[in-house]
C-alpha cells in the first residue's frame, strides 16, 4: 500500500519518464558543428601542408639536370635570384661558374638548405641574382664524377615554416576543440536532463497566519 505524498510522486510509485532528447539544451546539434569545425580545421591543414610541400617540390628543376663538367644553358630572368643545387653520394668541393654578362660572381648562401626528392638528396651550393634577362650557360664541377646539379629557385624557407606551423596548428585545434565541445555538450545535457526529471520541490511550511484572539 502506498502512502499519499501530496508534495510530488507518490511513495513507491513510478519514476517520471526522461524528457524527450529534443526538448534538452544545448541542442544536439552542437555535435554536428563540431563535426563540421574537425573537417574545416583538417581541411585548412591538409591544405598548408600541401602547399607547403608543393612549393619545396618546384624549387629544383630535376627535369633538367647536367653532369659534372658539363655546361647547360638556361633561361633566366632579370632580378629573379636563382640557386643551384648538388646531389652527390658523399661530400666534396664545387664550383660553378656562370658568364659575367649574366651575374658577377656565384656566392655560397649562408645557410644550409636540403631537400629530397624521390632516392635523391639536393643540397644548395650557389646562388646569384641575374643582371639581366636571356639564355646564359652554367657551368659546375665537384671532385665526385656521380655529382649532378640542377638550376634551381632560391628557397622561402620563413614561408615553408609558416605553412608548416599552421598545417599542425590546425590539426593540433581540431584535435582539442572538437573533443571539448561534445563533452561540455553531453555534460550541460546530461544535467539539464537530471533538472526536467527531478521531483517538485515541497511547499515550505511557515506559522499559522495571526488572526484576531476571540
Wanted: some cysteine.
Amino acid at each position: 500500500m502506498s502512502i499519499p505524498n501530496t508534495w510530488g510522486t507518490p511513495y513507491g510509485g513510478h519514476v517520471a519518464p526522461p524528457p524527450p532528447a529534443k526538448d534538452l539544451r544545448p541542442r544536439r546539434i552542437w555535435y554536428v558543428v563540431a563535426a563540421l569545425l574537425g573537417l574545416v580545421l583538417v581541411g585548412a591543414g591538409i591544405a598548408f601542408g600541401v602547399l607547403a610541400v608543393k612549393d619545396t617540390v618546384h624549387l629544383v628543376d630535376t627535369a633538367r639536370p647536367f653532369d659534372s663538367g658539363e655546361q647547360r644553358t638556361f633561361s633566366f630572368t632579370q632580378g629573379k635570384a636563382r640557386s643551384i643545387y648538388v646531389s652527390q653520394s658523399a661530400p666534396g668541393h664545387v664550383d660553378c661558374r656562370v658568364p659575367r654578362a649574366l651575374a658577377d660572381s656565384v656566392t655560397q648562401p649562408s645557410g644550409t638548405f636540403r631537400v629530397t626528392l624521390g632516392a635523391r638528396s639536393w643540397e644548395r651550393v650557389f646562388e646569384f641574382i641575374p643582371k639581366t634577362t636571356g639564355d646564359y650557360p652554367v657551368l659546375c664541377t665537384s671532385d665526385l664524377p656521380s655529382a649532378e646539379f640542377a638550376l634551381g629557385d632560391k628557397p622561402q624557407v620563413r614561408g615553408m615554416a609558416v605553412g608548416m606551423l599552421a598545417a599542425v596548428g590546425c590539426f593540433l585545434t581540431a584535435a582539442l576543440a572538437v573533443p571539448a565541445i561534445c563533452i561540455v555538450t553531453a555534460i550541460r545535457r546530461g544535467r539539464h536532463r537530471r533538472r526536467l526529471m527531478a521531483p517538485p520541490m515541497p511547499p515550505v511550511w511557515g506559522p499559522p497566519p495571526m488572526g484576531p484572539q476571540i
